[in-house]
DNA sequence: GCTCTTACTTAGGAGAAAATTC
DNA sequence: GAATTTTCTCCTAAGTAAGAGC
């Protein structure tokens, strides 16, 4: 392994700044902005998620002949390297990004884009939220719609009424059609096949149990067996009939469909939207449910991040277990221990110096006697925190949170939860986060509703 | 309808950097 | 101050969804 000692670092940083400074940034309005993504991706071998059909294939070099640039047409254009040229320079502000290119594996262009932090970001990511909380007011009548649409005449409108039910109860993803043997086999909620559900009449003493097993995106596995209603099941089980394993499960569906009905009942409804209103309503109600003021400020960030993974749960954000987890565990655990040694002996301690006080009576024996105690204190707290530490590492073991938080909570729940209990914004946000949620961190109050 | 193209969001992992422990 | 652990940043693949054109 080779090591970099200082003063290399420092160079390599310093370089990293002055590319950061200048390439790394554009300016948008009149006002300077962050670019995202502002390094081309260099040639390499092709992985992808899961079993890729093009796993291996060699992504080729981007020249500066396959780049379009995008900016306005008073600004200056950036220039291609020497003895090189762009493909195209184009001003359209009817799209944000900067500069693009179609990439050789799947043929998908790729874009160069502003940063998170971005106002242009932001203002989506707002739009994002709000057209989530409009679905507060809409979603009783909705549910009421599909549960009613479960015993229609149409075996369309039935199968579109069983796949929202599943998109709003369970989460699951839209489910696009996707090419055969270009991508992985993966699928979403309309795209399920018959092979990837199991129906129970009974199982482990419930009614009606729906096992679902299959593989969504990236190639995480979903495995989830739920108790639905009878007319759910039994439309399940029409649905199913006569098709083999590969045959799709709503075959008089697609996501364009399911999308022009759910225009039609609210508008900028779509099926990811289900996603965000459910995961943002979740946190709120859990946050709402899991914390109280005689929480420490330790136990109320156990809180956060219990109720962050009942989101992280709902919407299957899965990580590999991390490699030391059981070690690190372990180690915990022989800590604990200790300080539970510690903790006996200190009380033995606290006991004599009583004793030693009750004896003496003097100030001097009073004051080791409260020191003693204090100590005991300090320990005990120190043990409640490793603890709390253990807990929440073991439960978080192989769940990321991050992605709701980065895509899925609305942020304002966040800040004005930490505004009514007093957490400081920086034990749930960090720099970056901080930057992305400005929008929210200068909106939301206390009282806050999503 | 259906296919293709386009533009954008969402996702997990690798490795760097920062924090903590020894 | 070195080693270990945790957190953050970067990377880019893999989704969603709209619109054009037939």
């Given at each position: 392994m080779i090591k970099l000692v200082g003063r290399c670092r420092v160079r390599l940083k310093e370089e990293k700044e002055l590319l950061q400074k200048e390439y790394g940034q554009a300016i948008i309005d009149g006002h300077k902005e962050k670019i995202g993504n502002f390094k081309i991706e260099p040639p390499g071998l092709f992985r992808g998620r899961g079993t890729h059909p093009k796993m291996g294939k060699i992504k080729r070099r981007i020249m500066p002949e396959d780049v379009v640039i995008n900016c306005s047409k008073d600004s200056k254009v950036p220039k291609p390297p020497e003895g090189h040229k762009w493909k195209e320079i184009r001003h359209d502000?009817?799209?944000?990004?900067l500069a693009s290119w179609t990439e050789n594996i799947m043929n998908n262009m790729k874009y160069v884009m502003l940063n998170p932090s971005s106002k242009i970001k932001g203002e989506k990511d707002w739009q994002k939220y709000e057209t989530a909380r409009k679905l507060k007011k809409y979603v009783d009548k909705i549910r009421a719609t599909y549960r009613g649409d479960w015993k229609s005449k149409e075996m369309k409108v039935r199968q579109r009424a069983v796949a929202l039910y599943f998109i709003d109860k369970l989460a699951l993803r839209a489910g696009n059609e996707k090419e055969d043997n270009e991508t992985a086999d993966t699928v979403g909620c309309c795209s399920l096949?018959?092979?990837h559900v199991k129906l129970h009449d009974s199982l482990d003493g419930q009614d009606y149990v729906v096992e679902f097993d299959f593989l969504g995106k990236d190639s995480i596995r979903y495995y989830n067996r739920i108790a639905v209603e009878k007319r759910v099941f039994k439309n399940l089980k029409i649905f199913m009939e006569n098709k083999g394993p590969e045959d799709d499960l709503f075959d008089r569906l697609s996501t364009t469909i399911l999308n022009k009905h759910l225009q039609s009942l609210m508008d900028?409804?779509?099926?990811?939207v289900f996603r965000t209103y459910n995961a943002s309503f979740t946190l709120q109600q859990q946050l709402d449910e899991l914390?109280?003021?005689?929480?420490s400020p330790a136990e109320k960030l156990l809180a956060y991040n219990r109720a962050n993974r009942q989101v992280a749960i709902l919407c299957n954000h899965q990580r590999a277990v991390p490699k030391s987890h059981e070690q690190q565990m372990e180690n915990l655990q022989k800590k604990m221990d200790d300080k539970e040694a510690q903790i006996k002996e200190a009380k033995k301690l606290v006991k004599d110096a009583k004793a030693d006080y009750k004896a003496h009576q003097s100030e001097k024996y009073r004051k080791m006697y409260e020191r003693k105690k204090a100590s005991l204190q300090r320990l005990e707290d120190q043990l409640q925190k490793l603890k709390l530490h253990a807990t929440d590492k073991e439960e978080n073991k192989e769940i990321a949170l991050g992605t709701s938080k980065l895509n899925y909570l609305d942020p304002r729940i966040s800040v004005s939860w930490c505004r009514k209990w007093n957490v400081p914004i920086e034990k749930i946000y960090n720099k970056t986060l901080r930057q992305k949620f400005r929008w929210a961190i200068e909106m939301a109050g206390p009282d806050f509703v999503f």
């Amino acid at each position: 392994m080779i090591k970099l000692v200082g003063r290399c670092r420092v160079r390599l940083k310093e370089e990293k700044e002055l590319l950061q400074k200048e390439y790394g940034q554009a300016i948008i309005d009149g006002h300077k902005e962050k670019i995202g993504n502002f390094k081309i991706e260099p040639p390499g071998l092709f992985r992808g998620r899961g079993t890729h059909p093009k796993m291996g294939k060699i992504k080729r070099r981007i020249m500066p002949e396959d780049v379009v640039i995008n900016c306005s047409k008073d600004s200056k254009v950036p220039k291609p390297p020497e003895g090189h040229k762009w493909k195209e320079i184009r001003h359209d502000n009817t799209v944000t990004w900067l500069a693009s290119w179609t990439e050789n594996i799947m043929n998908n262009m790729k874009y160069v884009m502003l940063n998170p932090s971005s106002k242009i970001k932001g203002e989506k990511d707002w739009q994002k939220y709000e057209t989530a909380r409009k679905l507060k007011k809409y979603v009783d009548k909705i549910r009421a719609t599909y549960r009613g649409d479960w015993k229609s005449k149409e075996m369309k409108v039935r199968q579109r009424a069983v796949a929202l039910y599943f998109i709003d109860k369970l989460a699951l993803r839209a489910g696009n059609e996707k090419e055969d043997n270009e991508t992985a086999d993966t699928v979403g909620c309309c795209s399920l096949r018959c092979e990837h559900v199991k129906l129970h009449d009974s199982l482990d003493g419930q009614d009606y149990v729906v096992e679902f097993d299959f593989l969504g995106k990236d190639s995480i596995r979903y495995y989830n067996r739920i108790a639905v209603e009878k007319r759910v099941f039994k439309n399940l089980k029409i649905f199913m009939e006569n098709k083999g394993p590969e045959d799709d499960l709503f075959d008089r569906l697609s996501t364009t469909i399911l999308n022009k009905h759910l225009q039609s009942l609210m508008d900028g409804l779509t099926a990811k939207v289900f996603r965000t209103y459910n995961a943002s309503f979740t946190l709120q109600q859990q946050l709402d449910e899991l914390t109280n003021e005689n929480m420490s400020p330790a136990e109320k960030l156990l809180a956060y991040n219990r109720a962050n993974r009942q989101v992280a749960i709902l919407c299957n954000h899965q990580r590999a277990v991390p490699k030391s987890h059981e070690q690190q565990m372990e180690n915990l655990q022989k800590k604990m221990d200790d300080k539970e040694a510690q903790i006996k002996e200190a009380k033995k301690l606290v006991k004599d110096a009583k004793a030693d006080y009750k004896a003496h009576q003097s100030e001097k024996y009073r004051k080791m006697y409260e020191r003693k105690k204090a100590s005991l204190q300090r320990l005990e707290d120190q043990l409640q925190k490793l603890k709390l530490h253990a807990t929440d590492k073991e439960e978080n073991k192989e769940i990321a949170l991050g992605t709701s938080k980065l895509n899925y909570l609305d942020p304002r729940i966040s800040v004005s939860w930490c505004r009514k209990w007093n957490v400081p914004i920086e034990k749930i946000y960090n720099k970056t986060l901080r930057q992305k949620f400005r929008w929210a961190i200068e909106m939301a109050g206390p009282d806050f509703v999503f």
